[in-house]
């Protein structure tokens, strides 16, 4: 399973920013690795030039082998917490598609 993170200008991107959103990955879609050919994590800052609440947002798609990709989006007021809200709506929208694919 190949993970590609993509940041907009505003977030800095660095080997532990890269690191951080691989391991969020891992932790939540492991199990469905082989099943899984790529996740795409983008990270941009809604509001970047002014602060507020749940203006960091991430965006994860995966592409499942033999079916049409899916997409979750999560925001939150840091980078890290949206990563992890993305990741945990990924493991609940990726189980529910193969269980869904499974059943048939």
């Not at 932790?27 to 602060?51: C, G, M, P, W, Y």
Request: include cysteine; charged fraction near 25%; hydrophobic fraction near 40%.
């Amino acid at each position: 399973m190949l993970i590609q993170v993509h940041t907009d200008p505003t977030i800095n991107s660095n080997s532990e920013l890269v690191a951080q959103a691989e391991a969020a990955v891992n932790s939540a879609v492991a199990r469905f690795e082989q099943r899984i050919s790529r996740v795409q994590v983008h990270l941009a800052d809604e509001n970047s030039h002014k602060t507020g609440s749940a203006d960091k947002r991430c965006t994860m798609e995966a592409r499942l082998n033999g079916v049409a990709p899916v997409a979750v989006t999560d925001f939150a007021a840091t980078v890290e917490q949206a990563l992890d809200g993305a990741a945990d709506k990924l493991e609940r929208m990726i189980e529910s598609t193969i269980g869904r694919l499974d059943d048939r």
